[in-house]
């Protein structure tokens, strides 16, 4: 295991942040490959007598900091991980990078429904890193839930995230399209959750070039006008939701109207659009009857 002592390794650090970049994507860089922690820099600090000792030699994490740096490649893909609310998943370039944004979907819930006790059975489309269902299964452990996903490959990694953060056995994982590895459970369904891809076609030709080059486009692209899936959804769901069962779905800064009406259409009640902490319409939420 290399060792370096506590100032050259504070110099490094330093230089490589001259190069770019931000100081969280170094953190996350230097604590998941290079075995070094933000707390064991700061005790670090305290006894800077003493060295460090790294998984892997500084030049093979210069290496992946400049490929970063250079070549846009998201820090989370280099890395294998990222950290969200207080989860850390492993992601892979087949996984959408999960946003903070997103982070917003667990306290809507908490809004909805409390502390409450009683056991309530909730689905995830389209799970992804299994981020959102990870957080609800953790924070209601009488609560059960099945989250989807188009790829078996992806539900393989969103189940180990899972085991990864929990003992419990209170969410399974299931492979298909939106709705339907969920037949079985039409009518069953207190709360249903989807961030699926809306970004519209011609947005998505713009997205930045660590977006558009890097993360997967089918959980991005939208269709045409980006509401391909969120209407495809919405549609469906009141066959699987119970009565005054609840979907909420993030949605792109200016579809929260649009969605809203197709909510409104298909005999949701209580609809309204939640604001993101840009204070972005970024969640369209409803009541099924």
Same mark, same amino acid.
């Given at each position: 295991?290399? &060792? *370096?002592?506590?100032?050259?390794?504070?110099?490094?650090?330093?230089?490589?942040? !001259?190069?770019?970049?931000?100081?969280?994507?170094?953190?996350?860089?230097? #604590?998941?490959?290079?075995?070094?922690?933000?707390? #064991?820099?700061?005790?670090?600090?305290?006894?800077?007598?003493?060295?460090?000792?790294?998984?892997?030699?500084?030049?093979?994490?210069?290496?992946?900091?400049?490929?970063?740096?250079?070549?846009?490649? @998201?820090?989370?893909?280099?890395?294998? *991980? +990222?950290?969200?609310?207080?989860?850390?998943?492993?992601?892979?370039?087949?996984?959408?990078?999960?946003?903070?944004?997103?982070?917003?979907?667990?306290?809507?819930?908490?809004?909805?429904?409390?502390?409450?006790?009683?056991?309530?059975?909730?689905?995830?489309?389209?799970?992804?890193?299994? $981020?959102?269902?990870?957080?609800?299964?953790?924070?209601? @452990?009488?609560?059960?839930?099945?989250? +989807?996903?188009?790829?078996?490959?992806?539900?393989?990694? $969103?189940?180990?995230?899972?085991?990864?953060?929990?003992?419990?056995?209170?969410?399974?994982?299931?492979?298909?399209?939106?709705?339907?590895?969920?037949? !079985?459970?039409?009518?069953?369904? #207190?709360?249903? *959750?989807?961030? @699926?891809?809306?970004?519209?076609?011609?947005?998505?030709?713009?997205? @930045?070039?660590?977006?558009?080059?890097?993360?997967?486009?089918?959980?991005?692209?939208?269709?045409?006008?980006?509401?391909?899936?969120?209407?495809?959804?919405?549609?469906?769901?009141?066959?699987?939701?119970?009565?005054?069962?609840?979907?909420?779905?993030?949605?792109?800064?200016?579809?929260?109207?649009?969605?809203?009406?197709?909510?409104?259409?298909?005999?949701?009640?209580?609809?309204? *659009?939640?604001?993101?902490? &840009?204070?972005?319409?970024?969640?369209?939420?409803?009541?099924?009857?």
């Amino acid at each position: 295991m290399p &060792s *370096i002592s506590v100032k050259e390794f504070l110099f490094w650090k330093k230089t490589q942040l !001259s190069k770019g970049g931000d100081h969280q994507s170094l953190a996350l860089l230097l #604590d998941s490959i290079g075995g070094i922690s933000n707390s #064991d820099l700061n005790l670090s600090r305290i006894k800077s007598s003493d060295n460090l000792y790294l998984k892997k030699n500084l030049g093979y994490l210069e290496s992946l900091w400049d490929d970063h740096l250079l070549n846009s490649s @998201p820090i989370q893909y280099l890395c294998g *991980i +990222t950290f969200w609310r207080d989860l850390k998943l492993e992601v892979t370039d087949k996984i959408l990078i999960p946003r903070p944004e997103t982070e917003l979907i667990v306290d809507i819930v908490f809004k909805i429904f409390a502390k409450k006790s009683q056991k309530l059975f909730f689905a995830e489309l389209g799970t992804g890193s299994g $981020a959102i269902s990870i957080a609800l299964a953790l924070a209601y @452990p009488l609560w059960d839930g099945i989250a +989807t996903d188009i790829d078996q490959d992806i539900l393989e990694i $969103a189940n180990k995230n899972y085991m990864n953060c929990s003992d419990k056995s209170n969410l399974k994982f299931s492979c298909g399209h939106w709705w339907n590895p969920l037949e !079985s459970f039409k009518g069953k369904f #207190d709360l249903a *959750i989807s961030n @699926p891809p809306y970004i519209p076609k011609e947005t998505y030709e713009k997205l @930045p070039e660590e977006v558009k080059n890097f993360e997967p486009k089918i959980a991005l692209l939208g269709g045409e006008d980006g509401l391909k899936h969120i209407r495809e959804i919405i549609q469906k769901a009141p066959f699987f939701l119970r009565e005054k069962g609840w979907l909420i779905l993030e949605n792109h800064f200016d579809q929260g109207e649009k969605v809203k009406q197709l909510l409104i259409k298909n005999k949701f009640k209580s609809v309204e *659009i939640v604001n993101d902490l &840009s204070g972005v319409g970024r969640f369209t939420i409803g009541r099924y009857k």
